[in-house]
């Protein structure tokens, strides 16, 4: 369980980016900050695992206030993954993943070992371990940096807009791949996405966010969905403007769901 109890970042420029946020992140499920451009999500993610500082409140997991921990070691218990996956060009695949592993003190050869495995878990052909990472495609890298965040078995899996530089077809399949990947492991990911149907295909919990890190909703995608919290997030999720809004159509004996074009998309089961 991660725990945010009343906090707040100023940057020293006097940027209020998250203020008094109070958040309770379950384990093992995938919770996804969502919200517009600018709204604190970066922030949020990075004050986990401390790559940014909370000027006030506490942020705890498990019960331990992670300001009390050093902050290389926390690092090390939580996995990161960002856009452009962040990897190392001059380091080959395999190193790229094994790196933190070693830094934590793992023998070079079963961190390698290790990182091979790994490559199988994301679903990338061993072959590609002893290439660059420029060698390979958008979403082979993308799927490398979630190697990279889970080399050194975290509970925890910060994922920054991963799949946000991948061509639609590719980010279907990663998202697919880290339903898989979450509930296969059990981890606890947080997840951050300015795109609502990534947020609630992905989310067992959804945060939706207005500036200042504000929480305008938080619920399972099905609570938003039934009854959004007001103005902002209807907006958001789309329903003022009849999106998602399907209906059923009696056809003879059977009820078709219709979307809002009444194009069919299913038939009810009896
Ligand atoms: N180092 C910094 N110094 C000053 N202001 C900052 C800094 N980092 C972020 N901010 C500001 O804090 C606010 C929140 O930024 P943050 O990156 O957390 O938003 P975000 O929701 O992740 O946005 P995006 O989706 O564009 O990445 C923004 O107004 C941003 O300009």
Redesign the pocket.
């Given at each position: 369980m991660i725990e945010f109890r009343s906090v707040t970042?100023q940057?020293?420029?006097g940027?209020?980016?998250?203020d008094a946020f109070d958040l309770a992140i379950p384990p093992r499920k995938t919770t996804v900050l969502v919200?517009?451009?600018?709204?604190?999500?970066?922030?949020?993610?990075?004050m986990i695992n401390r790559m940014?500082d909370p000027s006030s409140g506490h942020i705890l997991i498990d019960g331990e206030d992670t300001g009390s921990l050093e902050p290389v070691k926390l690092r090390r218990r939580i996995g990161y993954v960002m856009q452009n996956s962040g990897l190392m060009p001059h380091r080959k695949v395999i190193d790229n993943v094994a790196t933190v592993p070693i830094l934590g003190g793992v023998p070079k050869k079963q961190a390698r070992d290790d990182a091979m495995k790994l490559l199988d878990t994301v679903g990338l052909d061993r072959s590609l371990a002893l290439k660059y990472p420029r060698q390979l495609s958008g979403g082979q890298q993308q799927r490398v940096g979630v190697a990279r965040g889970l080399a050194a078995d975290p509970n925890i899996l910060l994922m920054?807009?991963p799949f946000g530089a991948v061509d639609p077809i590719v980010r279907a399949e990663l998202q697919q791949e880290t339903i898989r990947l979450q509930e296969g492991l059990g981890k606890t990911v947080v997840f951050?996405t300015?795109d609502i149907d990534e947020a609630f295909l992905l989310g067992h919990q959804v945060v939706i966010?207005q500036?200042g890190?504000h929480i305008a909703q938080v619920g399972t995608p099905a609570e938003i969905l039934a009854h959004p919290a007001n103005d902002f997030v209807a907006s958001f999720v789309g329903a003022d403007r009849g999106k998602r809004a399907l209906r059923i159509q009696r056809v003879g004996d059977r009820d078709v769901v219709v979307d809002e074009n009444g194009t069919p998309t299913g038939v009810l089961q009896p």
């Open positions: 970042k940057f020293p420029d940027t209020v980016a998250v919200g517009s451009s600018g709204c604190g999500k970066t922030t949020l993610l990075r940014i920054d807009e951050v300015h966010l500036k890190g």
